[in-house]
T-cell receptor, first 112, second 112 residues
Framework: DAGVTQSPTHLIKTRGQQVTLRCSPKSGHDTVSWYQQALGQGPQFIFQ???????QRGNFPDRFSGHQFPNYSSELNVNALLLGDSALYLCASSPPRINEQFFGPGTRLTVL | GENVEQHPSTLSVQEGDSAVIKCTYS??????FPWYKQELGKRPQLIID?????GEKKDQRIAVTLNKTAKHFSLHITETQPEDSAVYFCAALKGGSYIPTFGRGTSLIVHP
């Protein structure tokens, strides 16, 4: 079992560009959550996907959007990138009906 | 919403000493409290968790205690080793929720 995987590992973009990050959950998990972690801070919840729909959303602007596919993998899209979007983006998956979260290695996004 | 306070923000100990990290939460409906360890540049990893139907849980050198009345829970690490050096995050979740609220993290430094 590969656990939660994310791609790419690192990404450099410029302001105004758009980015797509990808996540494959742990085998048997059906819920995917996305977090933004700025340097020296705890993870901040962006949104969660279950059954291909956004189940809950944190306090992030509409520039942040996502998708979940039938195989439970997920994408995070960020439009009109700002310098402040530079962070580690973490994906976490959960098994059915259990609220334990298992994190992926993250994607380090740098916006120049 | 839930608010989780974590103290201290930095903890420096000598190898072999014990370390204690404390968290308080605001929502009495929270009933699941995981602890994560995050080494520099790596993903948060679940190290221990506790549910509100128990007061203490131990796993080798790590233990977590929960006081529901006072709404606080603590992580205890005994016989600390240099490899315990990392940032530790506490979190709280309500029953039926899959969204943890994280504390701001404690940077634990274990000096050889």
């Amino acid at each position: 079992d590969a656990g939660v995987t994310q791609s790419p590992t690192h990404l450099i973009k410029t302001r105004g560009q758009q980015v797509t990050l990808r996540c494959s959950p742990k085998s048997g998990h059906d819920t995917v959550s996305w977090y933004q972690q700025a340097l020296g801070q705890g993870p901040q919840f962006i949104f969660q996907y279950y059954e291909e729909e956004e189940r809950q959303r944190g306090n992030f602007p509409d520039r942040f959007s996502g998708h979940q596919f039938p195989n439970y993998s997920s994408e995070l899209n960020v439009n009109a990138l700002l310098l402040g979007d530079s962070a580690l983006y973490l994906c976490a998956s959960s098994p059915p009906r259990i609220n334990e979260q298992f994190f992926g290695p993250g994607t380090r996004l740098t916006v120049l | 919403g839930e608010n989780v306070e974590q103290h201290p923000s930095t903890l420096s100990v000598q190898e072999g000493d014990s370390a204690v990290i404390k968290c308080t939460y605001s929502d009495s409906a929270s009933n699941y409290f995981p602890w994560y360890k995050q080494e520099l540049g790596k993903r948060p990893q679940l190290i221990i968790d506790i549910r509100s139907n128990v007061g203490e849980k131990k796993d080798q050198r790590i233990a977590v205690t929960l006081n529901k009345t006072a709404k606080h829970f603590s992580l205890h690490i005994t016989e600390t080793q240099p490899e315990d050096s990392a940032v530790y995050f506490c979190a709280a979740l309500k029953g039926g929720s899959y969204i943890p609220t994280f504390g701001r993290g404690t940077s634990l430094i274990v000096h050889p």
